[in-house]
């Protein structure tokens, strides 16, 4: 949730904040809202996220019987991201990145906003397809036997190709190391296809 329309470093830097102020999640629980909305200023929209993050974690123990996700572990990705999407607020990119970049570092594919131009400059996915959907398509093309470091490492590969080549306004096309692969560029460029 913190992640959502921040970068990875103010992301970082709010979360550090956060466990930093509250030692644990049941404090952030009970703290008002605008203490958590202090601690974690340097995301994007703290005003929005402190009172999603308080419900999501209110939930999480409710439903779980405990602030814990430990669980889901247990559960195959495809289920893990099941039970996560049902918390409010919690979408395919947010349980996607939970399952990929914490230490339960499971076979998810997040898909944020660079990653998902990427894949539609490339024709992976149709320009009319948005993010949420996106997510089980892409990740319906990766590899089977490819493991979840490999789908984490894909995911920062095309984050960062997205970050500094295939940015929104100016893509630098001609530095593309798939331009060989990509009919946007290929038009673009007025280059050829392999």
Aim: glycine letters at 4%; a neutral charge.
């Amino acid at each position: 949730m913190l992640s959502h329309r921040t970068r990875n470093s103010d992301s970082a830097q709010a979360y550090r904040s956060l466990v930093a102020r509250f030692p644990n999640w049941e404090e952030v629980i009970d703290a008002p809202t605008a203490d958590v909305e202090s601690a974690i200023a340097a995301s994007t929209w703290p005003e929005q996220k402190a009172p999603r993050i308080q419900a999501a974690l209110r939930w999480i123990r409710d439903e779980g019987g405990a602030i814990s996700l430990d669980f889901l572990e247990e559960l195959t990705p495809y289920e893990a991201r099941f039970w996560l999407e049902r918390i409010p607020g919690v979408g395919p990119k947010t349980s996607a990145a939970v399952l990929s970049f914490s230490r339960l570092r499971m076979r998810a594919l997040p898909v944020d906003s660079h990653h998902h131009r990427v894949a539609q400059r490339l024709g992976l996915i149709s320009d009319k397809l948005d993010v949420g959907p996106a997510h089980a398509v892409l990740e319906a093309m990766l590899p089977p036997d490819w493991d979840a470091q490999q789908v984490y490492d894909h995911h920062e590969v095309m984050m960062f190709l997205g970050q500094r080549i295939c940015t929104y306004q100016s893509p630098k096309c001609r530095q593309c190391p798939l331009l060989d692969l990509c009919p946007t560029g290929q038009r673009r460029t007025g280059a050829t296809l392999l």
